[in-house]
């Protein structure tokens, strides 16, 4: 794939295609392009990538924002880069790469609203995961290797087709905050009274049969959020 064209305004990028830099095979950058027909020829390109407009993702940058246009090079990433926090938006029709999920170093995640109906059993490589977001995806359940992730404080999975807790959780000892509203769930597991650290329980449009559990929770001094 040739990235050919880009157009920037205001010393920062606006619009990129395909892929990030450097890509040799660029011809042609549009300065303002919307004001202007100012073009930026290959002979500027070395004077541009001095100033590191051209880098779309800076070596040094731990907090990573990855948008539609850029799905594509999510493996490269993951691979190669030392992230504090990945933050994807994808398209509809778009398919989010499973190496999303193999990150050792990765602290937080969000993958909301990105079409997911499988989480990958390669989630267990992410032992340093502390804060989860997958609300609003088709998550139906999660696997097994879940419960390798004996870090993580913060997980969301609101707005999922989730009929029941998943049981890998239950092993979540540093799980401090659960968000599970506006799925299937009717009832809860006791289990949830044996989470040390548990201090928030997000289940607001769920319609819980088990009434004592809940009363048992907020005696511990679980905020539940109805």
Same mark, same amino acid.
């Given at each position: 794939?040739?990235?050919?064209?880009?157009?920037? @305004?205001?010393?920062?990028?606006?619009?990129m295609y395909?892929?990030?830099?450097?890509?040799? @095979?660029?011809?042609?950058?549009?300065?303002?392009?919307?004001?202007s027909?100012?073009?930026?020829?290959?002979?500027?390109? @070395?004077?541009?990538?001095?100033?590191?407009?051209?880098?779309?993702?800076?070596v #040094?940058?731990?907090?990573?924002?990855?948008?539609?246009?850029?799905?594509?090079?999510? *493996?490269?990433?993951?691979?190669?880069?030392?992230?504090?926090?990945?933050?994807?938006?994808?398209?509809?029709?778009?398919?989010? *790469?499973? @190496?999303?999920?193999?990150?050792?170093t990765?602290?937080?995640?969000?993958?909301?609203?990105? #079409?997911?109906?499988?989480v990958?059993k390669?989630?267990?490589?992410?032992?340093?995961i502390?804060?989860?977001?997958?609300?609003?995806?088709?998550?139906?359940?999660? *696997?097994?290797?879940?419960?390798k992730l004996?870090?993580?404080?913060?997980?969301?999975?609101?707005?999922?087709?989730?009929?029941?807790? *998943?049981?890998?959780?239950?092993?979540?000892?540093?799980?401090?905050?659960l968000?599970l509203?506006?799925?299937?769930?009717?009832?809860?597991?006791?289990?949830?009274?044996?989470?040390?650290?548990?201090?928030?329980?997000?289940?607001?449009?769920?319609?819980?049969?088990?009434?004592?559990l809940l009363?048992?929770?907020?005696?511990?001094?679980?905020?539940?959020?109805?």
């Open positions: 794939t040739y990235f050919i064209n880009l157009d920037i @305004e205001e010393d920062e990028v606006r619009r395909n892929r990030s830099f450097p890509r040799p @095979e660029l011809q042609r950058v549009s300065r303002n392009p919307n004001r027909n100012d073009k930026i020829t290959t002979n500027n390109l @070395e004077t541009i990538q001095q100033k590191q407009l051209l880098t779309f993702f800076p #040094n940058e731990r907090n990573i924002s990855i948008g539609p246009d850029f799905i594509d090079v999510i *493996p490269d990433i993951i691979a190669t880069r030392d992230c504090n926090s990945i933050s994807v938006n994808i398209g509809q029709d778009d398919i989010l *790469p499973a @190496e999303i999920f193999n990150s050792c990765l602290k937080e995640l969000n993958v909301s609203q990105c #079409n997911i109906t499988v990958p390669s989630i267990d490589k992410m032992v340093s502390e804060k989860l977001l997958m609300w609003n995806n088709n998550i139906y359940d999660l *696997p097994q290797s879940f419960a004996s870090s993580l404080k913060v997980l969301n999975l609101s707005q999922n087709p989730l009929s029941i807790v *998943p049981d890998s959780i239950q092993q979540r000892k540093n799980l401090e905050r968000f509203s506006h799925t299937n769930i009717t009832t809860l597991p006791d289990w949830l009274l044996s989470l040390p650290k548990l201090s928030q329980l997000d289940i607001k449009g769920l319609n819980i049969s088990n009434a004592v009363n048992l929770l907020t005696s511990k001094g679980v905020d539940v959020r109805i």
